[in-house]
């Protein structure tokens, strides 16, 4: 090689290597922004909420039943009788919970108060006083208790593993509406990045044909929640390389039926569409949704990390499929082993027209029955 090829390949290999250096530093900040602090805002509500009890409790149990253990905080509020101040509270901690996930945009409420367990109902009902908690920040695998309130502002603390008897009302964010406007914001997201958006079609249409992949069962051994946190909420990712460029194809899939672990669920749901992926091959991760993420910096991580996988890998063959599943797991935030988005599960290169039957995912937490169907599209 001549002096001058020499100076043009070092000036390469340093671009790249700048451009490799900036990618990283771009994933990392991106990383340190998914998760978000909400505790201090939960806390102050459930502390004034403790204190205005007396004039509240009435009003609030009248609410409460065996199929609705949750209030809308702004909106019982703007009726119940208490104070201004409270309401006013309310109404900027839902706004500052909603900005810092990105949601502000999407629904114009998250808080709300929830009655810990349908098992202390009769009590609330018969007049033993509660307790008001918020959940913690943090790993909830480490948190040392759960702190609680009294209507005098006293402190208690709870046990994390054994439900008390004593009523728990907690002030949390509507974990439903939280996940469904998540989705929505990083769906959109995705398609400004590029991404095709998901197709949504109805069984039985007549017409053209999708092949996709139908999930019949599904069973969680573990949902990662504490008593503290309620219900479990799950969600997919599927992930795979575009059929048609050497990028990665990402889609979210909401499971909202899946409410509790050690549960057998029958969705009939769509899981995989097959005419998004190369290799006729995907990954599939499930998370279970806690409340501390910022869905456009979680959904720009993710694309990010991904993109970076294939870059890395050069010209995708169908092992860059199984360096892409197993990648993103292993980059994922630390806060998603925690209280942000937990990992669950994970099924690495699914094949299109197999069916799974009784199949467990590689952490062994999950277990599926897949099936191909083909889809008559209008």
Known sequence: MNRIGMVIALFVCLGEGALAQAAAVESAALRGRVSVSLAADKRELALTLANQDAALRKDLVSRLSGEQLAVDLKQWLSTAPTQAFVRAMAERADLNVRRLKGLERETDSLLQLRLASASMLAALKQGMEPLYAYEPDGNDSQWKFIEAFDRFGGVHHLDVHRMPEQPVLVVDIDARRDLAAGIKLMREHLALLGQRP?????????????????????????????????????????????????????????????????????????????????????NVILMEHDDNTNYQQLVSYLFTVASEILAAVGQPEISALVALGSGLVDRMPSGWFSNDDDYVDSYYTLEKGKSYTNYAGARGNAVVYLRPYAINQQ
């Open 198 to 282: 998901m197709p949504t079609l109805d069984v039985g249409a007549t017409a053209t044909s999708t092949p996709v992949t139908m999930l019949d069962h599904i069973r969680l051994n573990d949902d990662e929640e504490p008593w503290l946190s309620g219900d479990a909420e799950i969600y997919a990712l599927v992930n795979g390389v575009d059929p048609s460029s050497d990028e990665p194809q990402l889609d979210l899939v909401d499971m909202p039926y899946l409410d509790n672990d050690g549960t057998a669920y029958s969705p009939n749901q769509i899981l995989i569409f097959w005419d998004r992926y190369r290799w006729a091959a995907a």
